[in-house]
Structure formats: structure tokens, C-alpha cells
């Protein structure tokens, strides 16, 4: 069974940095393109950068320049690097996987940005 845990949340004031990590269990790691995705109070759970089996990088265009995803395949360890954090990246932050057309989420990890 496909099991995903992150960790690394926490209160940060505006223009600090956070990373968080993701652990995978369940599932062979290294061929798994990883994502993550983060839900404010009120809105639509939005994707944030994904990271391939390759190690190709995307990004929300609102995160560009400010977090970098990387992996760690032999810890089965996705991360989110933050930096220059803003208020608007509040939020609760899920790691996500695909394996057999079946998506896998997290249980989440709050992020709290005060300005």
C-alpha cells in the first residue's frame, strides 16, 4: 500500500524559508514523478512543482524563482525547498503520486506565513 508522509511545515514570517519533505512507502520511488500541491482556506487544491523520474522540474508560475523541488531516490524522499516565503503561500502543502492511475495523497502539512 502506497503511503506518503510529509513533514517540515510550520510558522514562518514573510521572506523566510521552510523545506519540506515527503517520504514514499509502497511504491518503487525512483520511477515515480512527484508533485506537490498546496490548499489555502477557501480555494481549489493548486499544484505547486513537480519533479520527474528523470529529475525535469515544473512550477506554478506563482513560485517560480522561489522553490525548487529535488528528490531523493535513494531515501524515497521528494522535497520542497521555500525561500523568500510570502503570506499568500499559506497554506497546507500535499505530496501526490500517480501508480496505476490511482492518485495518492498525503496527510498534509500546514504552512503559515505571518507578514
Known amino acids: 500500500q502506497v503511503q506518503l508522509v510529509e513533514s517540515g511545515g510550520g510558522l514562518v514570517q514573510a521572506g523566510g524559508s521552510l523545506r519540506l519533505s515527503c517520504t514514499a512507502s509502497?511504491?518503487?520511488?525512483?520511477?515515480?514523478?512527484m508533485d506537490w500541491y498546496r490548499q489555502a482556506p477557501g480555494k481549489q487544491r493548486e499544484l505547486v512543482a513537480t519533479i520527474t523520474s528523470s529529475g525535469n522540474t515544473n512550477y506554478a508560475d506563482s513560485v517560480k524563482g522561489r522553490f525548487t523541488i529535488s528528490r531523493d531516490n535513494a531515501k524515497s524522499t521528494v522535497y520542497l525547498q521555500m525561500n523568500s516565503l510570502k503570506s499568500e503561500d499559506t497554506a497546507v502543502y500535499y505530496c501526490?503520486?500517480?501508480?496505476?492511475?490511482?492518485?495518492?495523497w498525503g496527510q498534509g502539512t500546514q504552512v503559515t506565513v505571518s507578514s
Open positions: 501526490h503520486l500517480v501508480k496505476l492511475n490511482r492518485d495518492y
Open positions: 509502497g511504491t518503487l520511488f525512483s520511477v515515480r514523478t
